[in-house]
């Protein structure tokens, strides 16, 4: 958890979206929802919304997901279709315990457009070592619009005082296009004070 906080981007912070914050989803007005369950580890779930847009036409949007996995190695997956994309998500577990090892193989694909792309990301970390766990995230990005980078995130935790850090290096510009760092540290009673950096020299504070 504290590694994903303090190694995300401005947009994902607070699940704000700080290119439209005032943005508002489409008013539903009918829903209807199925879900099976093929086997134990087999589920499906279908669902078809009746959707009123701002010009006040009604369209119908569906969502269809397919989740699987088998416990036993530690590997789940899901399949997702909708009126816009395909995509699925592949996720395996290599360790049970510390220090947390794992990979996870994203891809989505738009059949009107044409396009689709391809995100690898392998994680480890968790174990201890003295009074520091760190924490290493190795992320690869493919798509067909000629948009490749590869993204690089260290974490280090120290009691409640946590250093991150996040690289991306645009393989197509082949140049670094995002890097900043972040110090955080978490009090129990006033809550999470941190120091912010990044490549466009923003500096900031914050709780």
């Given at each position: 958890?504290?590694?994903?906080?303090?190694?995300?981007?401005?947009?994902?912070?607070?699940?704000?979206d700080?290119?439209?914050?005032?943005?508002?989803?489409?008013?539903?007005?009918?829903?209807?929802?199925?879900?099976?369950?093929?086997?134990?580890?087999?589920n499906?779930?279908?669902?078809?919304?009746?959707?009123?847009?701002k010009?006040?036409?009604?369209?119908?949007?569906?969502k269809?997901?397919?989740?699987?996995?088998?416990?036993?190695?530690?590997?789940s997956?899901?399949?997702?279709?909708?009126?816009?994309?395909?995509s699925?998500?592949?996720?395996?577990?290599?360790?049970?315990g510390?220090?947390?090892?794992?990979?996870?193989?994203?891809?989505?694909?738009?059949?009107?457009?044409?396009?689709?792309d391809?995100?690898?990301n392998?994680?480890?970390?968790?174990q201890?070592?003295?009074?520091?766990?760190?924490?290493?995230?190795?992320?690869f990005?493919?798509?067909n619009?000629?948009?490749?980078?590869?993204?690089?995130?260290?974490?280090?935790?120290?009691?409640?005082?946590?250093?991150?850090?996040?690289?991306?290096?645009?393989?197509?510009?082949?140049?670094?296009?995002?890097?900043?760092?972040?110090?955080?540290?978490?009090?129990a009673?006033?809550?999470?004070?941190?120091?912010?950096?990044?490549?466009?020299?923003?500096?900031?504070?914050?709780?």
């Amino acid at each position: 958890m504290w590694f994903n906080r303090v190694t995300k981007d401005a947009n994902g912070l607070l699940d704000l979206d700080f290119k439209d914050p005032h943005k508002q989803d489409d008013l539903k007005a009918f829903t209807f929802k199925t879900k099976a369950q093929a086997r134990e580890d087999i589920n499906v779930n279908h669902s078809n919304d009746l959707v009123q847009g701002k010009d006040g036409s009604f369209t119908v949007k569906h969502k269809t997901e397919v989740t699987a996995g088998c416990p036993a190695h530690d590997i789940s997956g899901k399949f997702t279709v909708n009126a816009k994309e395909n995509s699925i998500v592949l996720n395996h577990k290599l360790s049970k315990g510390e220090p947390h090892v794992a990979w996870k193989l994203r891809s989505n694909c738009q059949p009107a457009a044409g396009t689709w792309d391809v995100k690898v990301n392998f994680k480890h970390g968790g174990q201890q070592f003295g009074p520091i766990t760190p924490w290493t995230q190795l992320k690869f990005y493919t798509a067909n619009l000629k948009n490749h980078n590869v993204q690089w995130q260290q974490g280090l935790q120290y009691d409640n005082v946590y250093f991150g850090s996040r690289i991306v290096y645009d393989i197509t510009g082949k140049a670094l296009s995002t890097a900043h760092g972040q110090v955080s540290y978490q009090d129990a009673e006033h809550g999470l004070f941190y120091f912010r950096g990044n490549l466009d020299r923003f500096v900031g504070f914050g709780r």
